[in-house]
């Protein structure tokens, strides 16, 4: 009767070997595949989003609303009233929940701090029939943004990947305001961007340090400051955060 062969010690630690590499060969394809998925998925929260904003103009003298603070966010003005939507008073629904607010490879929270950001008009030149004291919390300020007054909208951000500056930076956080330093490259060092003339795109380092994207470009009516829309801070991006947590800054031209 024929003995049957089994696998020496040293056969199986090959074949374990093998398969080693293969996985390490294999898991960065799969995580690149990931993370392309996420992207796809950003850009697409992003033109949901976008469309909100805009479907809201659209019934409000062509003016987005932005805000100084999270109580209440630009998404939690486009919600329906609820526990963590800080009543507004307003009482149509443009963007039905939170989760199209977010970026799918950041934290996901119901309320709406952690989103997509929104561009912040610095407000001490806003003009003052632009802006108002919010009725839900007396230490926010609401910023009318007519849509009709950006200069370059299919160049002017809108909404985009963000990460809070202020305290310590954790890139699976978003940031409900888009602010010119605060742009977080998270998709492989790229970073997704809803523009004012409603189509989204993607921005890595180059394209913004090249000021192919804008900040903000508003027309001088916007401002109350006798510079008005020309100033280069106001229109230009000043930095942005790796994918690894890093902040490039530079000086907009």
């Known amino acids: 009767m024929k003995r049957q062969k089994t696998f020496t010690l040293i056969e199986l630690l090959v074949v374990i070997a093998i398969i080693a590499i ?9 995580n690149h595949s990931r993370e392309s998925a996420r992207a796809s ?14 479907m809201y103009a659209a019934d409000n003298k062509q003016c987005a609303v932005t805000s100084t603070a999270h109580r209440p966010s630009w998404s939690g003005l486009l919600m329906p009233e609820g526990p963590n939507r800080f009543n507004t008073g307003i009482s149509a629904s443009y963007l039905q929940d939170n989760k199209a607010a977010f970026c799918p490879s950041s934290q996901y929270s119901s309320t709406n701090y952690s989103s997509f950001g929104m561009i912040l008009p610095e407000p001490s030149v806003v003009n003052p029939q632009l802006k108002w004291v919010s009725p839900v919390n007396s230490g926010t300020t609401l910023m009318a943004l007519p849509l009709d007054m950006v200069v370059e909208p299919s160049r002017s951000a809108l909404l985009g990947d963000s990460v809070e500056s202020v305290t310590q930076v954790n890139m699976r956080n978003g940031y409900y305001l888009l602010m010119r330093s605060n ?71």
């Open 183 to 253: 742009i977080a490259l998270r998709h492989r060092d790229f970073g997704n961007i809803a523009f004012m003339d409603g189509h989204v795109g993607k921005a890595n380092l180059q394209t913004l340090r090249g000021q192919h994207v804008l900040y903000q470009k508003m027309r001088p009516g916007f401002y109350s400051d006798s510079s008005g829309g020309l100033n280069k801070w106001r229109i230009n991006f000043s930095g942005a955060y790796l994918q690894s947590g890093n902040q490039i800054t530079w000086t907009p031209f």
């Open 22 to 30: 293969l996985a390490s060969m294999l898991l960065p394809a799969l």
């Open 41 to 54: 998925h950003c850009l697409s929260n992003l033109r949901q989003s976008a469309t909100s904003v805009q």
